[in-house]
Each structure stands twice: as C-alpha cells, then as structure tokens.
C-alpha cells in the first residue's frame, strides 16, 4: 500500500474522488470522520486499501478505499467490516483513529454489518 499518504491526503483525495455525491456532502458536513485503519483485503475486493467513517447529519457511509496496482486508488460504498483483515501498524492511517477496538474485534474475528448503499 502506499505509505507516503497521511489523513489530510487522504481525505482530501477521497473529496475528490468519492463514490457519491451524499458522501462528497458529507466530507464536507463538518460532522466527524473516523479512519478505521488498513484492511487486507478490503470487502468485496482482493485490493489493500484502508476503511473510511464519513458521518452526515443522517447516515453513515462506510466507504473503502483501495490500492489497485493496475487502477491506482478508487473508492466504493462497504455495507460490512471483515475485522480480521485489519492490518494495523505504526503509520497513523493503517493503525487508524481508533485502534483499540480495531484489534479488539479483529482478535475477535468479527464480521460487522454496517451502513447500507444508496
């Protein structure tokens, strides 16, 4: 995965590159974001990549953003979290906002239902 990328990079590449115009609003709502950390693999993909929180004043979307060798980065809707691929580590966007309950689920090998698309 690329490890040049920090949050703001991040964030801001997704801003510009979301899977929806909801989402797009949303980054932009001024309500929280949350960086789950690195996923291999993502949901409903064999890419790397990491899990976004993006929350509006009504929903919340959980989107993934994947490292495809052969595309670069794209970014889709998730509607569930394979905890056991969590990939964790030093750098602040692997290791993510919340990394305690990141490795609390994935000791657990939790498969959590979550959002749903638009």
């Not at 291999?40 to 890419?47: Q, R, T």
């Not at 509006?56 to 495809?68: Q, T």
């Amino acid at each position: 995965m690329l490890n040049h990328f920090d949050k703001n990079e991040l964030l801001n590449w997704l801003d510009h590159n979301s899977p929806s115009r909801s989402v797009q609003r949303a980054l932009s709502s001024g309500y929280p974001i949350t960086i789950l950390g690195g996923f291999n693999p993502l949901p409903n993909s064999n890419s790397p990549g990491w899990i976004v929180l993006v929350i509006s004043k009504s929903r919340e979307y959980y989107v993934a953003v994947a490292v495809d060798m052969f595309r670069g980065l794209r970014s889709y809707l998730i509607d569930y979290i394979d905890w056991a691929s969590y990939t964790g580590g030093t750098h602040p966007l692997y290791k993510g906002d919340i990394p305690g309950h990141a490795e609390e689920h994935k000791n657990l090998g939790t498969i959590e239902r979550v959002g749903q698309y638009e």
